[in-house]
């Protein structure tokens, strides 16, 4: 990185939900940002914990035992192998870091694998 990230305007360039945007590299893991509205699908990452930042809006992360709400500022981790489907009623901005080879839909694959959109 050059300089600051101003991360509202490397969002206004993601085309849609679930689009992850790559905007830094923090050793091996990867900067993500992420526009999340309606649900996701359910996925775990065998080989890691899975991190979330809200930025802005309200993101639920369903569990299968509990859903965990987060509002702006708040953060969770779920953890490695756990199941869980991230959904937001509003557009809701996040913050993702990740291992440099994590996959957005972890064990589920299917239509809403994305690799991240390089915003740098």
Known sequence: MDGAVNLASKLAL??????????????????LVVNVQGEFVWHAHAETDDFFLVLSGRLTIQLRDRDVVLGPGELFVVPRGVEHCPKADEE????????????????AGGERTAPPIDLR
């Open 14 to 31: 993601l085309p849609g939900p679930y689009r992850p945007g790559l905007v830094g590299y923090l050793n091996d893991y990867k900067l």
């Open 92 to 107: 809701t901005h996040v913050l993702l870091i990740e291992p440099r080879d994590t996959v957005n839909t972890g064990d």
